[in-house]
């Protein structure tokens, strides 16, 4: 009996099955012509398995190592509780397979659900067809395919599938009025919530708009407790609790609402609801979330006794920036004529299915990314493929004949898709993974000779990688890089030796003070909890000063009295860092007192460089006179200093200084490179230029561990 019930399930299901099954195929298929097109590319795997294309992908896969590994470091900032790292625990767990394949993968597969919710959405609203061209498009297009490629392992790999899932669930219950559909969206909210925490805002939306649709139907004197009902569950799912109690309340209300009985109590549960929301958090993540893309600052300021000034990192994040409306078409459509199209197609699918207004929130929240960041785009992909894909049954239903028909939608489906599939193998060729396989290595190796509480200081954009390959702490990553964060670690980088030594060490043993603060407030109520300053401020204050400048200056001059140790620092320093060098200056390149920029250094680099007799022609308006050592910049003549020359032989790094004049810039020739860097003497002089450019090191401060033409590697010795 329950056989011939599935078959007849399936039976009544076949299409809409058989065009799920297509669709995820080909997203899948899609996502794995990187590994066809890389395959052969040795230095993209490690241990015999390809290695991840994201920076932050190590973060969650530095969580689920240490939940498999059953423990990790305090204040190590290990994600071990946040949903990406629990899935990919269990998920490695479960399937037989290495974990670095798992991470890898995990994104193909998982990315490729986006295409359920299209169809199934589609289907309630009895355009299928429209939902299947949709969910074709929408899982390769630019933005969608970038952020869920093989290796992109990073929450995005679901951030659009449960929203839309969520979308699904509303549109199906104001379609059917079924109950299921009012669980299924709130379970959705709860499971969204554990994977993205972020997604605050997106459910707050959807849950206006249907308030705002019980008004119209109240307006029409129609009924809403079913309305009612869903925005209960909504809310209860919102709440700022814990995720279990959340489910416990969703479940026992909905329960309660199949019994005709809790009609008369509905107004109540709704009540208990609204306020429970405003009492638990209310608006606050909304505005805390958006504000640092919407309002953006070039200077943040603390709030303490100095009130100082930090450079803000959201002005050299691109996908926190403004983006042309070329690019912001292509990233939603693949192309700007598709884009418009499409566009019109969600009108007119709006005006055939009013339902489908609903999808506003994820629409307007993807066209706010013409303001505020490319990052954005991603959430308009499947409403705008739902629009071309309307579009395109509409108007080809219009033909007599069915196979025309056939054929002109299937001409036409090629053709949007036809951009997308070339920006995939475009995006193929040039996207590799994170670090190559011999920087891996190095980081294994420096991993097995530190300990876990040690700490490297390296530019936040490496701060995942060393913590998953070495199991060491870091000062800034990915998830914390705020100015008064990365005020120190560039100060570290970009000057002297001394100062640059004195402050690792100080920032490490402040930062270590800070965890352990911030844990015992978290215990006291709020009026009783320590103010935590920023730690330069802290430094300033307890070294006697009242201005920060003349502190940091007395760290250029002379030895002061440091913290007492209580770990060891290593500072990394990579040959990719060589390239972001002026944008890591950026952040201590500034008065602290007033917010102000100094004059940036002077910093040039350039692989391609030609020569005659008597010049090296670096640029079109940059050459050098090569008898006379000078620099002509544009109608500037600038004396050359010295002139470097650096290459790596079995011996190690082999270095020929030529001195011309007594000022001026100096020019470095790093030949295992092909790379020539003009630069000021402050640059010269920098720790990172003097210890990984050169291998000039002051042996009092500090000790080389480990020396490669891909990253060095030192300890601190003070």
């Not at 969608?144 to 599938?161: E, K, P, Q, S, W």
């Not at 279990?244 to 609402?257: A, D, E, P, T």
């Not at 004949?401 to 995939?424: D, E, K």
């Amino acid at each position: 009996m329950a056989n011939t019930k599935y078959m007849k399930w399936i039976q009544q299901h076949k299409t809409v099955l058989v065009l799920l099954l297509l669709a995820y195929l080909f997203s899948v298929g899609v996502r794995l012509l990187w590994v066809y097109q890389n395959g052969d590319m040795e230095s993209y795997r490690h241990n015999g398995s390809f290695m991840i294309n994201t920076n932050d992908g190590y973060f969650w896969a530095e969580g689920a190592r240490d939940i498999l590994q059953g423990g990790h470091q305090e204040y190590d900032r290990s994600p071990v509780r946040q949903a990406a790292s629990q899935l990919t625990a269990f998920v490695a767990q479960v399937l037989p397979f290495d974990f670095e394949a798992i991470i890898f993968y995990m994104p193909v597969f998982l990315g490729s659900l986006i295409v359920v919710p299209i169809i199934l959405l589609a289907r309630d609203i009895q355009e299928t067809a429209s939902g299947f061209v949709a969910a074709l498009l929408a899982s390769i297009a630019w933005s969608y395919y970038n952020r869920t490629m093989a290796g992109y392992y990073d929450t995005d790999m679901l951030n659009i599938v449960l929203p839309t899932v969520l979308l699904w669930s509303l549109v199906g219950a104001y379609q059917t009025r079924l109950r299921m559909y009012q669980l299924i969206a709130a379970l959705d909210i709860l499971v969204y919530r554990w994977w993205y925490p972020q997604s605050y805002a997106l459910e707050f939306a959807f849950i206006v708009f249907i308030l705002l649709y019980a008004g119209f139907r109240v307006y029409k004197k129609h009924s809403i407790r079913y309305e009612i009902e869903l925005i209960t569950l909504m809310l209860l799912a919102t709440l700022m609790t814990d995720g279990l109690i959340r489910l416990g309340l969703v479940i026992v209300l909905y329960l309660l609402f199949t019994r005709e009985k809790a009609g008369k109590y509905l107004y109540l549960f709704f009540g208990v609801s609204v306020a429970a929301f405003f009492i638990t958090g209310g608006f606050d993540p909304i505005w805390n979330k958006l504000q640092g893309y919407v309002f953006q600052n070039t200077t943040v300021t603390s709030q303490e006794d100095l009130r100082l000034h930090f450079f803000t990192v959201m002005q050299t994040i691109r996908e926190a920036g403004n983006i042309s409306f070329e690019l912001f078409a292509n990233r939603i459509s693949g192309h700007q004529i598709t884009f418009v199209l499409s566009l019109a197609g969600y009108v007119w699918l709006c005006y055939k299915h009013r339902i489908m207004l609903l999808a506003l929130p994820m629409v307007g929240l993807g066209f706010l990314a013409l303001n505020s960041g490319l990052r954005f785009t991603i959430y308009a992909v499947p409403i705008m493929a739902l629009g071309i894909g309307f579009l395109i049954m509409q108007t080809t239903s219009y033909m007599r004949h069915r196979s025309l028909r056939y054929i002109a939608a299937g001409g036409l489906s090629i053709l949007i898709l036809l951009p997308n599939l070339l920006h995939v193998k475009r995006y193929n060729s040039h996207i590799g993974p994170v670090f190559n396989k011999q920087e891996v290595q190095l980081l294994e190796k420096f991993g097995n000779m530190a300990q876990r509480e040690d700490y490297v200081v390296t530019w936040w954009d490496y701060g995942y990688p060393v913590r998953y390959y070495s199991d060491v702490k870091t000062l800034i990553d990915g998830g914390k890089h705020r100015g008064s964060a990365n005020f120190p670690v560039s100060f570290v980088l970009t000057q002297s030796q001394l100062a640059a030594a004195q402050m690792a060490r100080l920032e490490v043993e402040y930062t270590e003070r800070d965890y352990a603060r911030k844990e015992k407030n978290r215990d006291l109520p709020e009026e009783q909890r320590e103010p935590i300053a920023p730690t330069i401020e802290q430094m300033t204050l307890n070294h006697g000063f009242k201005d920060t400048n003349l502190f940091l200056q007395s760290l250029q001059l002379e030895r002061i009295k440091l913290p007492e140790k209580t770990r060891d620092i290593y500072l990394y320093l990579p040959y990719r860092m060589l390239s972001i060098y002026p944008t890591v200056g950026l952040f201590s390149n500034l008065d602290l007192m007033t917010g102000k920029s100094y004059e940036r250094p002077f910093f040039y680099m350039t692989q391609q460089v030609k020569q005659d007799r008597q010049f090296l022609y670096f640029a079109k308006n940059l050459k050098m006179d090569k008898k006379e050592a000078v620099l002509q910049i544009g109608d500037s003549s600038v004396p050359v200093k010295r002139f470097v020359q650096t290459r790596y032989e079995q011996s190690g790094l082999q270095t020929k200084v030529q001195r011309f004049h007594a000022q001026g810039l100096n020019v470095l020739f790093l030949k295992s490179y092909n790379t020539f860097v003009i630069v000021d003497e402050q640059t010269y002089n920098s720790l990172y230029f003097q210890l990984y450019i050169l291998e000039n090191y002051d042996k009092t401060l500090f000790e080389p561990i480990i020396l490669s033409p891909w990253a060095k590697i030192y300890k601190l010795k003070i």
